[in-house]
């Protein structure tokens, strides 16, 4: 479904993706994981288009991601940013149906509030915040709010940059409950970013470890434990000694 | 030695400074080219266009008002003082027209837009830009340049010139205020005088020019916000530069369009 091949993209001399070689298939759940600054969000943008990379191929579908029909491509998507990234000049029920009201997928006012209030209560949001605005919400409501914009045109491919971050551990597990039901429901092939090993566990089919700008590691879910890798064994007994420098 | 080297220094730096300005011409001349181009390919966004025709052409009116007033008022008096010199004081109306039709009108009325619109339209843009809003909007399928830069930019282009008309008219009649209450002129000759010497020239000049820097103060607050850097700082950067940008960019154009209008 989703194939990167030897992806390199650099900021000046921060050269922050070195060769990312990573595959997805259809109705697969991949989670990235990684550090601080290792350069996830940037592979999301990569995929979709926001970032130009320096070299590599990226492909969806079988097609190459930076040519043909942006629109078309892009409507097979749904993105969750990290920092929620809502417009702050809409209402919250706006802002969840904003692809539901233009485009191809044009609903009435009525429906499309309909369809935004329903996806917000998936997130455990009440009809109440639908006219409010992002500006007046919490930072873990304005995340779910962002979640339910992502999910809210049932996209076939959705990226989530860490979607539980910054959630009370309850409303991380409701997160994570949903975005398995949206793979295994709908069949949407998923991307996660996140730093939370809950998540992981209740989210992965499969798992692959970012650092120094490449894939580490990359397996199924039920290999994470045997994987013998000094990078993913570090990571994931959160030890400060290791191959990862902590102290740069 | 010395001496060559600090010349060599500073001609290279003279050097940068003028390839960076062409660069920067070349940039905003394609952004503005590719707004052109999605003035006319679908979709269209007819609400945010009404949103921006309020935001830019009404909202300014109290600013713009207030401006032509004071500044017609102003400019009577010292017509008046100038005039006296030479015997000339009856010129007050006539001048006070032409001033403010062909000049004074369209580039207040322009920088005020600059200060109020520009900087409001880059802070906005810039902050989108710095919270990944133009990235979302990008993900749900809808340009940027077609739901953000046209609509400000044709709101601007419409509304400018009305601002302009409006700003003329109250900036003669801050003149005719103080002709007739302070200096002695008869009310009726006033208006009759100042109606009798404009010309339609005048007035053509003076929307036009509105719309050209209508223009120009969308395009650059949308330009430099777009560009933005990352972080509160790069929003505050984008701000000044867009308006210091439109400001100059307006003057520079206003005297090109009188060497248009009224050289020949
Ligand atoms: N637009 C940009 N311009 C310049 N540098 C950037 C840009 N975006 C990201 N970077 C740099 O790329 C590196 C990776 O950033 P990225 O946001 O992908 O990290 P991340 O792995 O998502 O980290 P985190 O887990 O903290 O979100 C960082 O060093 C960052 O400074
Ligand atoms: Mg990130």
């Known amino acids: 479904m989703i194939n990167v091949e030897n992806l390199h993209k650099a900021f000046g001399d921060n050269h922050v993706l070195n060769g990312v070689d990573m595959s ?13 600054g290792t350069g996830k969000s940037v592979l999301l943008k990569c995929i979709l288009g926001l970032i130009t990379p320096d070299s590599g191929t990226i492909t969806v579908n079988g097609k190459d991601a930076t040519k043909g029909d942006r629109d078309a491509f892009l409507a097979q998507f749904g993105m969750l940013f990290q920092g929620g990234a809502l417009f702050d000049s809409l209402s919250v029920w706006q802002n969840v149906a904003f692809r539901l009201q233009r485009g191809p ?18 997130v455990g949001l009440k009809s109440d915040v639908a006219d409010r605005f992002p500006a007046e919400l919490s930072g873990g409501m304005q995340k779910r709010v962002g979640l339910a914009r992502a999910i809210a045109a049932e996209p076939q491919i959705i990226f989530f940059d860490e979607p539980t971050t910054g959630l009370d551990p309850i409303m991380s597990g409701v997160i994570n409950d949903l975005i398995r039901e949206i793979v295994v429901e709908i069949g949407a092939t998923a991307m996660t970013i996140t730093h939370d090993m809950s998540s992981v566990r209740a989210i992965a089919d499969k798992v692959a470890m970012l650092h120094d700008g490449s894939v580490q590691w990359t397996g199924p879910i039920d290999q994470l434990e045997h994987s013998n890798n000094p990078y993913l064994d570090q990571f994931l007994n959160g030890r400060a000694e290791g191959p990862i420098e902590a102290v740069r | 030695m010395i001496l060559v080297s600090w010349i060599n220094g500073f001609l290279a730096a003279i050097g940068a400074a003028t390839l960076g300005m062409f660069a920067s011409i070349g940039r905003v001349v394609i952004f503005a080219l590719s707004t052109i181009s999605h003035i006319f390919r679908p979709p269209f966004y007819p609400k945010e266009f009404a949103q921006q025709l309020l935001h830019i052409g009404y909202f300014s009116l109290p600013v713009v008002g207030l401006t032509a007033v004071f500044t017609g008022a102003a400019l009577a008096l010292q017509i008046y003082a100038g005039g006296a010199r030479f015997n000339a004081e009856a010129v007050v109306p006539q001048i006070v027209a032409v001033g403010m039709v062909r000049e004074l009108g369209p580039v207040l009325v322009g920088l005020m837009i600059a200060a109020r619109v520009t ?14 809003q133009l990235d979302a909007l990008t993900t749900l399928s809808t340009n940027p340049m077609k739901y953000l830069t046209v609509p400000r930019v044709l709101a601007a282009l419409c509304v400018v010139p009305i601002l302009v008309g409006i700003g003329d008219i109250i900036g003669i009649m801050g003149g005719y205020f103080v002709a007739t209450g302070r200096l002695g002129f008869n009310a009726a000759a006033y208006l009759q005088n ?15 020019k509105g719309a050209a820097f209508g223009v120009i103060a969308a395009l650059m607050g949308c330009y430099y916000g777009m560009q933005s850097d990352r972080g509160a700082q790069g929003v505050g950067k984008a701000t000044k530069t867009s308006v210091v ?20």
């Open chain 2, 119 to 132: 900087s409001s339209i880059a802070a906005e843009i810039a902050t989108m830009k710095v919270t990944e």
């Open chain 1, 24 to 36: 997805i298939g259809k109705g697969e759940s991949m989670v990235i994981i990684g550090g601080s």
């Open chain 1, 105 to 122: 997928l044009k609903l009435s006012k009525t429906d499309a509030r309909d369809v935004a209030i329903e996806k917000l209560r998936r």
């Open chain 2, 245 to 264: 940008a439109a400001s100059v960019l307006i003057l520079a154009a206003n005297y090109t369009l009188t060497e248009l209008f009224f050289s020949a």
């Open chain 2, 194 to 208: 100042t109606a009798d010497f404009l010309e339609i020239m005048d007035i053509i000049s003076s929307l036009v």
